[in-house]
């Protein structure tokens, strides 16, 4: 089975702009999580889908939304950049029943200027 | 709320001596806790569950009611540990918070 497929994986924008990511689940995965990695935080929750519908979100401002396909695939888009959103944004899918485990991507390296 | 704390940033040892990464966690009702570790240039994943009380790569981790802690252990550690390592707890049954992590060293 392929595994979480994240596109692009590094990408440099600058502030003000705003940015697309886009991840492919594994397949038959139907939950889809996005996280945002720093040094100084760890991984922050960002949002989860399933079955095209937003079940959690985390504590990020609107800026940043998302939104999940028919087929699972998910993106999350985040607008007006800061520099402060410059980070690893990782996607994980999961099975439709909560078990812990969950898929990471390799992640979309973001870069502010 | 929940929480997962991970009070070290970076853990630092020698080849052969034993290693314990440590996890705490605020929760109210009976958690299940997991580890999940990144190797350089690899994916996260999952290294272990508290709920299968397995051996990992001789990694163990004890659910610890009293302390609320969750700490990551191994007797001896190997320089292929080196990696970064996350405590997670779920959270409204669904989704897993994570701690900040801690990055283990193994020197040779």
């Known amino acids: 089975k392929a595994g979480v497929t994240q596109t692009p994986r590094y990408l440099i924008k600058t502030r003000g702009q705003q940015v697309t990511l886009s991840c492919s689940p594994i397949?038959?995965?139907?939950?889809v999580s996005w996280y945002q990695q720093t040094p100084g935080q760890g991984l922050q929750f960002l949002f989860e889908?399933?079955?095209?519908?937003?079940?959690n979100k985390g504590n990020f401002p609107g800026r940043f939304s998302g939104r999940q396909f028919s087929n699972s695939r998910s993106e999350m888009n985040v607008s007006t950049l800061e520099l402060g959103d410059s980070a690893l944004y990782l996607c994980?899918?999961?099975?439709?029943?909560?078990?812990?485990?969950?898929?990471f991507g390799e992640g979309s390296r973001l870069t502010v200027l | 709320a929940q929480r997962v704390t991970q009070p070290e940033k970076l853990l630092s040892v020698f080849k052969g001596a034993p290693v314990e990464l440590k996890c705490n966690y605020s929760?109210?009702?009976?958690?299940?806790l997991f580890w999940y570790v990144q190797y350089s240039r690899q994916r996260l994943q999952l290294l272990l569950r508290?709920?299968s009380r397995e051996s990992i790569k001789g990694f163990t981790a004890d659910l610890n009611k009293g302390e609320t802690s969750f700490h990551l252990k191994k007797p001896f550690a190997q320089e292929e540990d080196s990696a970064m390592y996350y405590c997670?707890?779920?959270?409204?049954?669904?989704?897993?918070?994570f701690g900040t992590g801690t990055r283990l060293q193994v020197f040779p």
């Open positions: 994980a899918s999961s099975l439709e029943t909560f078990t812990g485990e969950l898929f």
């Open positions: 397949s038959g995965h139907r939950s």
């Open positions: 889908y399933f079955s095209e519908t937003q079940r």
């Open positions: 929760y109210s009702g009976s958690p299940e």
């Open positions: 508290h709920i």
């Open positions: 997670a707890l779920p959270y409204n049954t669904d989704k897993l918070i």
